[in-house]
């Protein structure tokens, strides 16, 4: 990179927040934290590694938006003490945010307060902290010890990542959903295949996804490796703000002449419906290429697809028809405000007649906590983010992850089907 | 910092987070307990092999997946003292780093070392010796400031 070029999303972020203006990719620089995100982590190391310090008290109570969203409420004692711990940090070290354990969980309901606004730079104690590219911020994942850093100096040492570019051109067809699309660049880009790079995306066709859609996809971001996954900011993003009274930021587009390692093109119309087969999130296929392959439960929730339009497009499919006799359907809103609204909306009781098992906000299944663990050889179908081995209950057990679409239509013939075909 | 000797445990290619330790054994919380389960879906005799001053070797991505450092800390209770790999996922690296364990970035790790082998590593002079296979592999350089990192024992030994 030479004096001249221009700066990606992520290094005109990154370098506003460092005093190194002029920064490259692969160069170390400290940065100051705008925002810092802690969930259960908090009761669980953070706490210990920030006691080591000896401090008595943080940087900022003000940039630290705290909340309960992993086991809420507590399935088991371990849980409790977990929460137990969680609350006393909070309350000795005076956290203004402390959001609780009704508001849902936490990628969903910090955009939703208004905490992520274009510009900044958000960190916090879980991988998918990159949802937040999505309203045109940098945000991304640390461990224990990186929170602890940014408690006690409110700075982090960070690589300047590259950037790849993602053009996206036209429209999604009906019930394919921005899910197809991200597990689609995935599978294309491997596993690791943006290891410490940030995603852009650009092009006329994120016009047509909605803020829940990019949602989804800057969620993924990970699953590719990704540090970042950035939109470049529309006229959309600044509606969605202006409805929820959001002001004081930095729309934050990248120069013209900034660098690319790698560009990509998607042609949204031509996204089918496609599921990633058990055990990683890159080993996706169209849908319409599988043998048929029966579940025994899907789930239909998480912070990747337990949003409102992914409710509103599952009860379109699910409406007055009942779920198959050898399938459970469990459905959790993402948050609090999406099952409020869910509710008035008449979602809810679409989900209950189908014969789905409606939670309360919280990640549960999907990291295998509570709520509907898989026993031995079950196969689930699932609108999360994470295939593992093992991830939702026994290691025996096998996840197809899939839109929301794909999982309740799958939900109604007790195999995976395309959603196009109900 | 000092030498490091051990003996290799080797893995594949993309081990994530929920391989070294599943999400389910984190309310566990005593480092003790968690690390009785380490990468037991994968291999269920890890635990009671491994010993102080071993070595994980893995193939690419090594790591991707959650930012729970538990999956660090976990190895570092078992006593490893490095971990080499073709690559890392970010967060783990970081992670590995700000724990006080190097991680190094290796090609071809397949050709170099196998199951068991006794490995000399000095962060120092860039190189690690194979004892076993009596061969000298020469690192990639390690950024001044992460080994700045590495030399007081971890991140918080440095804002201390
Ligand atoms: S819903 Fe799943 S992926 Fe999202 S934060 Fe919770 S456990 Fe993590």
């Known amino acids: 990179m030479t004096e001249n070029s221009g700066k990606t999303i992520a290094e005109k972020i990154l370098s506003e927040h460092s005093s190194n203006k002029t920064i490259s990719p692969g160069e170390f620089i400290e940065a100051d934290i705008d925002l810092v995100m802690v969930h259960e982590q908090l009761g669980g190391r953070i706490h210990k590694e920030y006691e080591k310090l000896e401090l008595d008290k943080v940087w900022d109570p003000d940039k630290i938006f705290f909340i309960l969203d992993h086991w809420v409420p507590a399935p088991s004692i371990e849980a409790a003490k977990m929460h137990q711990d969680c609350r006393k940090f909070a309350k000795k070290y005076k956290f203004k945010h402390d959001i609780g354990m009704d508001k849902g969980i936490c990628h969903q309901v910090l955009p939703e307060l208004g905490f992520a606004k274009p510009g900044m730079l958000i960190v916090g104690s879980d991988s998918h902290t990159t949802t937040y590219g999505a309203f045109n911020c940098f945000s991304t994942g ?37 899910k197809d699309l991200i597990l689609q660049i995935i599978r294309d880009l491997s596993i690791g295949g943006a290891e410490y790079k940030s995603m852009e995306f650009h092009g006329d066709g994120i016009k047509s996804l909605s803020i829940d859609s990019r949602m989804t996809v800057s969620n993924m971001v990970v699953e590719a490796g990704a540090k970042s996954g950035i939109f470049i900011p529309d006229n959309e993003l600044v509606e969605w703000l202006k409805g929820r009274s959001i002001s004081n930021y930095k729309l934050t ?37 599988l043998p048929e392959i029966k579940i025994d439960q899907a789930f239909l929730g998480s912070c990747t697809n337990g949003r409102l339009e992914d409710l509103r497009q599952a009860a379109q499919i699910l409406k007055n028809k009942k779920i198959h006799p ?18 008035r909306e008449g979602l809810i009781e679409i989900f209950l007649n189908s014969g789905a098992i409606v939670g309360n906000p919280t990640c549960g299944p999907c990291f295998g906590g509570h709520l509907g663990v898989l026993g031995p050889n079950e196969i689930c179908i699932s609108t999360t983010n994470r295939n593992f081995i093992g991830r939702m209950g026994d290691i025996t057990s096998q996840i197809y992850l899939a ?16 959603p196009r075909e109900v | 910092m000092k030498e490091i000797k051990g003996r290799v445990f080797l893995f594949g290619d993309n081990i994530n987070t929920d391989d070294i330790i599943p999400h389910r054994y984190l309310t566990l919380r005593d480092n003790g307990e968690i690390a009785k389960h380490v990468l037991e879906n994968l291999r269920p005799d890890f635990v009671q092999n491994v010993r102080k001053g071993d070595i994980i070797v893995a193939g690419k991505n090594f790591g991707s997946g959650s930012s729970r450092e538990e999956a660090v800390n976990v190895l570092k209770v078992l006593g490893i003292e490095a971990v080499i790999a073709e690559s890392f996922a970010r967060i783990y690296f970081r992670n590995l780093i ?11 790790v397949k050709k170099k070392f196998s199951e068991g082998d006794i490995l000399k590593i000095s962060i120092k002079n860039e190189v690690i010796v194979n004892e076993t296979k009596k061969i000298k592999i020469q690192m990639c350089k390690i950024p001044k400031f992460l080994v700045e990192i590495l030399e007081v024992g971890g991140i918080l030994n440095k804002i201390k």
């Open chain 2, 98 to 108: 700000n724990l006080g364990i190097p991680a190094l970035k290796i090609n071809d």
């Open chain 1, 253 to 289: 587009m990248p120069d013209d002449n900034a660098v690319y390692v790698e560009e990509f093109n998607y042609d949204l119309s031509q996204i089918v419906p496609v599921v990633a087969k058990p055990a990683s999130p890159d080993n996706v296929v169209p849908v319409s290429e």
């Open chain 1, 403 to 418: 839109s929301p679409t794909t999982t309740v239509a799958s939900a109604l013939k007790g195999k995976i089907v395309d």
């Open chain 1, 326 to 343: 050898d399938v459970r359907l469990i459905v959790i809103p993402a948050s609090k405000e999406i099952y409020l609204k869910a509710i």
């Open chain 1, 142 to 178: 640390i461990g224990a010890t990186d929170v602890s850093v940014v408690f006690a100096t409110g700075k982090l040492w960070f690589m300047v990542p590259e950037t790849q570019k993602f053009s996206l051109k036209g429209q999604l067809r009906e019930n394919v959903m921005s």
